[in-house]
């Protein structure tokens, strides 16, 4: 079970195939359990077992082509 529900603002993600590609790298992060993103408002919430590497997140949003503004 998920015990920190992490929301980040990302800009780039305009569709579903955008959607897609964010999930699925974030998802291959190790300790985290779900992701879900909302495609109007560009918000991603990472659920995690243990407080969330916010570097981490950033590189692999950045690495998938995708802008991180941070904690939302």
Request: charged share 20%.
């Amino acid at each position: 079970m998920s015990a920190f529900s992490t929301t980040y603002k990302v800009s780039g993600v305009n569709s579903g195939h955008c959607k897609a590609i964010v999930s699925e790298a974030l998802r291959g992060l190790d300790g985290v359990d779900t992701v879900s993103v909302e495609i109007s408002t560009g918000l991603v919430t990472v659920n995690t077992a243990a407080e969330p590497d916010d570097a981490l997140i950033s590189t692999t949003i950045d690495d998938a082509g995708y802008d991180f503004h941070g904690r939302a």
